[in-house]
C-alpha cells in the first residue's frame, strides 16, 4: 500500500526507495539535527520527531485487509486492518534510538537486536550478536537503522534476518539519511524489500562518510 505521505526516490533511486516528502518542516528538521551546533536534547528531541514519521511511513507500506466494525452509534464502518504482524529489528547500537519510535506507534511490539561490527581481518562487516522473536520469520520486520552509507551493515542484516527465514518482501528498512551509493548497491542486492528513508544526501567523501550528512548519530545521541 503506498502513502500519501512519501513520495518515490528520484530517478538514479531504486524504485523501491521511498522517501518522507520532502516539506519546509522536515527540511527544518533535519537543518536542526545536521547544525554541528545543536545541543545533545534537541539533537535527541528533533531527531526523535523525524523517527517517528518513518515509522508511520512504513506502515504504510504493510499490506492491509477488509475489516468491518460497529461504531457506538450502532452503524457498521467498513475500513481496512493490518495483514499480519510486525516486529522491529534495530541494528546496534545507533538503531536502538529508533526503538522508541517503534514503540510509540506500536504498543506492545516485540523487537530484535542484531550487533554487526567490522572484522579486523577481513575487513567485512560481521555478525557477533543477534536476538529474535522466536516467530519472527512470520513477521514483517521494520529494520531499523539510522545512517545507510556504503550499505555494508544492511546487508549483512538483511542476510541474517533470511538465515532466519524472514521473506525479503517483508522486510523495510527505516532510516534517517542514506547515500545514493549505499542505496543502489543494497537495493540491487536485495531487490524485494522496500526502503523508507528520510533524506537522500549528496553522497560520500574519500573515507566513505556521509556527506552533508550530520556526524557520528550513535554519539550525538
Known sequence: ??????????????????????????????TIIRDKNT??????????????????????????????????????????????RIC??????????????LREVCRSVRIGKILIQRDEETAQPKLFYSKFPPDIASRYVLLLDPMLATG???????????????PEERIIFVNLI???????????????LRVITGWIDAGLNEKAYIIPGLGDFGERR
Open 1 to 30: 500500500m503506498s502513502s500519501t505521505q512519501s513520495k518515490p526516490a528520484p530517478a538514479n533511486i531504486p524504485k523501491s526507495v521511498f522517501t518522507l516528502r520532502q516539506t519546509a518542516q522536515l527540511e527544518a528538521l533535519y
Open 39 to 84: 545541543s545533545r536534547g534537541d539533537f535527541i528531541f528533533y531527531t526523535d520527531r523525524i523517527i517517528r514519521l518513518l515509522v508511520e511511513e512504513g506502515l504504510n507500506h504493510l499490506p492491509v485487509v477488509p475489516r468491518t466494525v460497529e461504531t457506538p452509534t450502532g452503524a457498521s464502518y467498513n475500513g481496512v486492518g493490518f495483514e499480519g
Open 88 to 101: 522491529g529489528v534495530s541494528i546496534l547500537r545507533a538503531g536502538e534510538a529508533m526503538e522508541a519510535g
Open 152 to 166: 555494508g551493515s544492511a546487508m549483512k542484516a538483511v542476510e541474517v534476518l533470511l538465515a532466519e527465514g524472514v
Open 178 to 192: 542514506s547515500a545514493p551509493e549505499g542505496l543502489n548497491t543494497f537495493c540491487t542486492r536485495f531487490p524485494a
